[in-house]
């Protein structure tokens, strides 16, 4: 009698977040998913029509393609940089990385491409001291971007799969060096195949940030790389033809469904790690 | 064990007597060892360079001026530069405003789901993972959208004054109400883990059996005991805040990440001075909540 009024009183305490997640995050969606299926007030696929063609194509294209290039590029690397760490001897130099990777992998947005602009930038301190803008060096370009992304993506990665390297058991490598496995051999039954939803877990969460850096993107390139948010910004601030606002919203949505489908793998493979590496 | 771990191959490095190293355990180990080490190194020497040059470089670019050498006039122009105190206090603001929001709507949910109804732990995951899904353009795309068309649809009613409201430039409701949301997932987070080294179900049934209320159990023993854990929430809500430009920029609100943008066009080197400046608070904040972190986990 008692627990169950327990029960349903405990109930209540979460209702206020729940009332306040369906208000503020609820309606703006639900005025998204109108606002993309209407145009002049009646019903209409011509807004996401038009969000898959031409400019508005080739900047969803552009996001993809920079973003699954971060992914790869700071998955590799992250791991090779989170191997160093955990096989090293110095217990110092881990907490070190750790610590710094927790803070780049939050150092994202204006003040990221700022730093990047005063080093390899035009007149950046690199730039000018190597000379490398006779060489025909420019930082505001497709390559440039891959690198200042770079620059929050592989700490992201450390952090990933610092735990997972961690859970690969001292044992499993005894035993398997004790059945005469090579190095090669522990890595391609063993520790790979323990690793692999982490490292993909890992990547797709890159590709996420990758996906959804605005910040950065607008204070280095402005608009000389084509991206979606880049180009959903320029429309919902009106740089484009009036009365074609709702193709920022069918844009969005475009986003969504985007990275809805890649954290759609993302979620049962975290499931499966945690599996492994308790 | 630890001996154990490092790569061992069976190739022996020159110099080494092969039955020497056969012979005995540490001798193959420290033949071995080398190459494990080399690259190691490599991997190591190239992620330095790579992390830590464009930090130096910064620092260089704002203390380097062009006929003078060095000086540290940028640093000093940031605190006389227009706009700097009034979008810095607007952000400290919005970040205290939002923590206390946040933890408002998530503590008692959390302690809910580990309590009494664990049939919501689904839900709030699923809460917690819509921020990752939905990235923030397309958020501010959706608010904005609302924004605009409030005053078309709703002017006769009461809910024109609050839309009009909760834009107030002075201090915008409405921004404080996206970041809850996209804070939510590290308060969550941060929270439940914090109830999950506690023994929460023992604590506030021994509470309850000595005739506690139940805001009485919440504020005096649930609460003294997740102090860490809020703090650690806390923390990164208002290094989110803090560092929040897309909400901020596209409903045109003057937050401090957005003045950084505003200014870089007129004063390079202030704006690069403040990069460097607002990256140096960060790292303080995580390292404050690394060092409380530890201490809790050495004081339990």
Not at chain 1, 226 to 252: C, F, Q
Not at chain 2, 25 to 44: E, F, H, I, Y
Not at chain 2, 239 to 245: I, M, S
Not at chain 2, 260 to 285: H, K
Request: hydrophobic share 55%.
């Amino acid at each position: 009698m008692r627990d169950s009024r327990t029960r349903s009183k405990s109930r209540w305490a979460a209702l206020p977040l729940l009332v306040f997640v369906v208000i503020v995050f609820g309606v703006p969606m639900l005025v998204l998913l109108g606002g993309t299926f209407t145009k002049e007030g009646t019903l209409s696929t011509a807004n996401i029509t038009e969000s898959l063609q031409g400019a508005y194509l080739t900047a969803l294209i552009g996001s993809v393609k920079i973003s699954a290039l971060v992914a790869v590029l700071g998955g590799v690397l992250g791991t090779f940089l989170a191997q160093a760490v955990v096989t090293s001897r110095f217990r110092a130099l881990r907490e070190a990385v750790l610590t710094a990777s927790g803070v780049l992998a939050n150092f994202g947005g204006v003040p990221l491409a700022f730093a990047w602009i005063a080093t390899l930038g035009n007149s950046g301190v690199v730039t000018t001291t190597l000379g490398l803008g006779d060489h025909g060096w420019s930082l505001y370009n497709f390559w440039g971007l891959t690198l200042v992304y770079l620059y929050f993506s592989i700490p992201l990665m450390v952090l990933t799969v610092v735990p997972a390297l961690d859970g690969l058991r001292p044992q499993w490598r005894e035993a398997a060096q004790n059945n005469g496995a090579s190095t090669w051999q522990f890595w391609r039954y063993v520790g790979v195949p323990v690793l692999t939803p982490a490292l993909l877990g890992g990547v797709v969460l890159l590709f996420g940030g990758a996906f959804s850096a605005y910040a950065t993107a607008q204070a280095m390139v402005g608009s000389t790389v084509p991206l979606v948010t880049l180009k959903i910004a320029d429309a919902l601030t009106g740089n484009v033809l009036i009365g074609h606002e709702n193709v920022a919203l069918a844009l969005s949505l475009d986003m969504i469904l985007v990275a809805g489908l890649v954290m759609a793998v993302y979620l049962p493979l975290q499931r499966r790690s945690a599996r492994w590496l308790r | 064990m630890a001996s154990l771990t490092p790569q061992v191959t069976t190739q022996v490095t020159p110099g080494t007597v092969p039955g020497a190293a056969r012979s005995g355990r540490p001798r193959q180990r420290s033949a071995t060892a080398a190459r494990p080490r080399v690259w190691r190194g490599v991997v190591l020497a190239l992620a330095a360079v790579y992390f830590l040059v464009p930090l130096i470089a910064s620092f260089v670019f704002t203390v380097k001026v062009p006929d003078q050498g060095f000086s540290l006039d940028a640093y000093g122009q940031i605190f006389s530069a227009e706009g700097f105190g009034g979008s810095l206090l607007l952000s400290l603001g919005l970040g205290v405003a939002t923590i206390v929001l946040v933890l408002l709507l998530t503590l008692p949910a959390a302690v809910a789901v580990r309590l009494g109804a664990p049939g919501l732990r689904p839900v709030l995951e699923v809460i917690c993972t819509l921020p990752l899904v939905v990235p923030p353009i397309t958020f501010v795309a959706g608010i904005s959208t609302v924004l605009r068309w409030g005053p078309d649809y709703l002017a006769s009613t009461p809910f024109y004054q609050t839309i009009i409201a909760v834009q107030n430039p002075d201090f915008p409701v409405v921004l404080v109400l996206a970041y809850v949301v996209l804070a939510l997932p590290f308060a969550y987070r941060s929270l439940d883990a914090g109830l999950g080294a506690i023994d929460v179900r023992t604590l506030s049934e021994a509470a309850r059996n000595l005739g506690a209320s139940w805001p009485h159990v919440l504020l005096r023993v649930i609460i003294p005991n997740m102090r860490s854990a809020m703090a650690g929430a806390s923390f990164l809500t208002l290094a989110l805040v803090l560092g929040e430009f897309t909400i901020a920029r596209l409903l045109s609100f003057q937050t401090f990440p957005n003045w950084i943008y505003r200014i870089s066009g007129s004063q390079a080197q202030v704006s690069v001075a403040v990069s460097v400046f607002s990256l140096l608070i960060t790292w303080l904040l995580l390292l404050a909540l690394s060092t409380a972190g530890a201490r809790q986990r050495s004081g339990s």
